[in-house]
């Protein structure tokens, strides 16, 4: 022990006595750890640490699948719910739940809420109890009881002052009464990510009980329920799934009108963490080898520190190993050298990955999950302490290998420089430091390229027409619920109301309403038959989106017409159906042919109590999902014959749409006072947020290719004046045997082309494989982009080209009299 602290003393005297080799080996360290702890903190975060579920491991969420058509996520009927329940023997338990929002009215303003009702045995499943009151009890989901409600502590704290007191008590939702029984814990989260059935909010404000009838397990329609599953212990995932196939195997055949052979049915099996991550899984693998990458480039440039330290050494070790010291002494020194400095670099990394998370959780977007769990806990405190001590490793060995190959005799004799620097540079000598300058290059070659090919995808997305104008339109959701709006036509009455008194507001140019906005994730489809179209064999129906549209809907979208009209004001309830289709929807069932006046009808084939629709336009396609997917054919129904209580609406300005927020709220106010508007935003404000998750991950990867790119440029400029400083002896003899300054500057920057090109060479070779594992991630970009494979190459050569020429022209100002002076 007595030994190993006399050279941490000696190794903090040693690197104390050189503070500018010091701050920069420790700030390249602080650099290469601090974002590996970053992006190691936030897929511990997301990845690693388990769901706050009791038994999280065993929990499952359940899909509905039709790939035939085109169904890959669906939800459940209550039909299916019991085909579950009842007929599989892997699961512990199931749960049913329903997303639902509330109008809460009252005392105080009114406020919608985002509620899920759920079967009594969710909570329990999950191991929650609440904090103050009880959960649901298991007779609770008959119908006839009294309507009970669970609290979230957010809103129990926000709404009721975190009253104790509030248990008994009476909470207006939807105009109905219901009566609080609990409030959940504050570490108790149900957000969208866990029960998609969500619509619209991001956590589960309120839960509700699901009193489900007694015809429940016959019903096949309205699937909209989420299904979520506990796995029996020692049952894989992989086990249920074979079992939950043979359940819709017998599904298929037993009931082939509501699941057609051309569907496929299958309920599919998911673990509940890799639902919640979704996609973000494939990310941050690629955010975590960026950032080891990062590392490696700052382990080399300190390396090369080290190295060029070593060799100004070689005189002091050669010294120490006369009086006595042994090889393994003077390694054993350079390499606590290295883990001070390494240690050093930790500490200062842990600092900036605090940082940096801070930054990623302001600027990081909403959509990615768990974003506000991400702490630096102890796995990354662990994680950062092992990276500090293998980087330690890693740059102490180059030094400490050359040191154990010193000539000691010679070491003594010299007292000056060598020429070993233009041999060096010519490629005959120093191997070590040019493979790892070579090496630094073609991990900067391969982030850069992957940032540019995330760069490139991104441009694209944006560059894609939604189909609609976002400039200037503000976006609103209303629901009509209440006493107040009992029946179709008060429903209908109120919104026919709302559109007179928002055409008085200056500066609007058009309002309208639709059910489901493009780019929110609201989303509705059903089946549909065509008339006089010969189905396939095994279909029953077409599957399409449904969206009700009121006012002027397309006109404040600038949604273009095609063909035919749009709704009016005779297009009322004792009318005939009608209804627009998009032009992806004409061409796919009417191609070559006029679609309007075709029918259609709601429903399968054979389903004859759903009025024929008949098409009066056509309209362009509209991105409803997101900007990179495309959508299933879809159509619009006049709401006006439709009724719908929930609605969109879009407002068309003529200026800046948040100067109408508050005119229209004044409107919606003085229309009624207890209807309560949520989710204002512009809807360029929507499409942006629609591609939060891409910018982010492009800037990540950006600011870590910039800083490997820095270091790059740093290591290359550092080799070649090193080397120049080392041959500035050679370089005066040549100038004085009639080497011209040009010579010189081309031998030296001959030099570092060649170790650039080297370099960028064989990451371009790495970055085919990385583009290859990126493809998922890109969008209207090859995974193998020749503008992209051929700008970071040149870039990079260019920037070599400029690292070099500074030593080169420094070298060619030698002044050859002082060289030969010294011969």
């Known amino acids: 022990m007595s030994i190993l602290l006399k050279d941490i003393r000696v190794a903090l005297r040693m690197l104390a006595a050189a503070p500018a080799f010091t701050l920069t080996a420790v700030l390249s360290l602080a650099i290469g750890i601090g974002v590996n702890t970053t992006i190691f903190s936030i897929v511990d975060g997301l990845l690693l640490r388990p769901l706050p579920y009791k038994d999280a491991e065993r929990l499952v969420i359940l899909w509905n699948r039709s790939p035939g058509l085109g169904i890959t996520e669906d939800w459940f009927s209550t039909a299916q719910y019991f085909d579950i329940k009842n ?16 109008n809460l009215t009252g005392s105080g303003e009114p406020e919608r809420l985002g509620a899920i009702r759920v079967s009594s045995n969710l909570l329990p499943m999950l191991g929650q109890q ?103 212990r020692g049952v894989s995932v992989e086990q249920a799934q074979a079992e939950m196939d043979t359940i819709t195997a017998r599904l298929r055949h037993e009931f082939p009108e509501a699941y057609p052979p051309n569907g496929g049915l299958t309920f599919g099996i998911v673990p509940l963490l890799e639902q919640v991550v979704g996609n973000v899984r494939h990310t941050l693998y690629l955010l975590l080898g960026a950032v080891a990458f990062v590392l490696l480039i700052a382990c080399v440039n300190v390396a090369n520190l080290q190295l060029s330290r070593a060799v100004a050494r070689k ?8 009086l006595g010291a042994t090889p393994v002494r003077i390694l054993r020194q350079l390499l606590t050298e290295g883990v001070m400095l390494a240690l050093g670099g930790g500490s200062l990394g842990v600092l900036v990955a605090s940082i940096a998370l801070r930054c990623v959780r302001l600027l990081g977007p909403q959509s990615v999950p768990r974003l506000s769990d991400i702490e630096i806990g102890v796995p990354a405190l662990l994680f950062t302490f092992t990276v500090s001590i293998l980087s330690a490793i890693l740059f102490g060995l180059a030094p400490a290998l050359r040191v154990s190959r010193l000539d000691v005799q010679m070491a003594m004799q010299d007292n000056s420089r060598t020429s070993a620097g233009v041999s060096a540079i010519w490629g005959k000598g120093d191997s070590l430091r040019r493979f790892l300058v ?36 503000l976006t609103l959701e209303l629901t009509m619920t209440g006493e107040r709006y009992k029946d179709k036509f008060a429903v209908l009455g109120a919104y026919h109301d709302l559109w007179q008194r928002l055409e008085t507001l200056p500066g609007l140019g058009a309002a309208g309403a639709v059910t489901s ?92 109590d759903s009025p024929w629709i008949t098409v009066v336009g056509v309209i362009g396609r509209v991105k409803q999902y997101t900007l990179d997917s495309d959508a299933r054919i879809a159509f619009y129904l006049p709401q006006t014959q439709y009724v719908t209580r929930a609605m969109n609406v879009v407002l068309r300005s003529n200026n800046d749409p948040s100067t109408l927020a508050g ?28 591609l939060a998750r891409r910018r982010f991950v492009m800037l990540v990867l950006g600011v870590f290719a910039a800083i490997s790119f820095g270091l790059a440029v740093i290591g290359i400029y550092g080799l070649v004046a090193y080397l120049v400083g080392q041959g500035s002896r050679e370089l005066g003899i040549r100038l004085a045997l009639g080497a011209s300054r040009a010579n010189i500057m081309n031998l030296i920057v001959r030099g570092g082309l060649v170790l650039a090109v080297s370099g960028v060479g064989i990451g ?60």
């Not at 005189?315 to 006369?322: I, S």
């Not at 090496?439 to 760069?455: D, F, H, K, N, S």
């Not at 159906?577 to 679609?595: E, F, G, K, R, T």
């Open 87 to 102: 007929g599989h023997h892997g699961f512990e338990q199931v749960a049913i739940a329903i997303g639902a929002n509330y």
């Open 130 to 232: 609440a904090a103050l009151g009880r959960t649901f009890a298991a007779d609770e989901d008959v119908p006839g009881r009294t309507a009970t409600a669970v609290l979230s502590y957010g809103t129990w704290t926000r709404r009721f002052g975190s009253d104790p007191a509030v248990l008994g008590k009476k909470v207006m939702l939807n105009g109905a009464p219901y009566e609080i029984v609990g409030v959940m814990p504050r570490s108790f989260s149900l957000p969208r990510e866990v029960m998609p059935t969500l619509d619209g909010a991001e956590q589960a404000e309120i839960l509700l009980p699901l009193p489900l009838p007694a015809n429940a397990a016959q019903n096949r329609d309205h699937e909209d329920y989420n299904i979520v599953g506990k796995l029996k």
């Open 315 to 322: 005189k002091e070790f050669a010294v120490r190993t006369a």
């Open 438 to 473: 070579i090496g630094e290059i073609a991990l900067c070659t391969v982030v850069l390229i992957g940032a540019g090919l995330l760069i490139r995808s991104f441009a694209r997305v944006r560059d894609v027409d939604p189909g609609f104008n976002a400039r200037n339109v």
């Open 517 to 608: 906005l493009p780019l929110s994730q609201m989303f509705a489809w059903g089946p549909i038959t065509v008339e006089g179209r010969v189905p396939p064999s095994g279909e029953k129906f077409i599957n399409a989106d449904i969206r009700m549209v009121n006012g002027h809907y397309f006109q404040a979208m600038e949604i273009p017409l095609h063909a035919g009209r749009l709704f009016n004001d005779g297009d009322a309830l004792d009318k005939p159906s009608v209804a627009i289709v998009d032009d992806y929807m004409a061409q796919q069932l009417w191609p070559n042919q006029d679609p309007v006046g075709k029918r259609l009808h709601l429903g399968g084939i054979g389903e004859t």
């Open 663 to 690: 005119a229209v709220k004044q409107q919606i106010h003085e229309l009624d006072p207890d209807l309560p508007l949520y989710n204002v935003t512009t809807m360029q404000q929507r499409l942006e947020k629609s």
């Open 764 to 823: 371009v070779i790495g970055a085919l494989v990385v583009g290859r594992l990126m493809r998922s991630l890109l969008y209207g970009v090859g995974s193998v982009d020749i503008a992209t494979f051929v700008a970071v190459p040149v870039l990079l050569t260019c920037t070599a080209f400029v690292a070099s020429v500074i030593p080169a022209r420094r070298a060619s100002r030698i002044d050859p009299t002082a060289s030969l002076r010294c011969e």
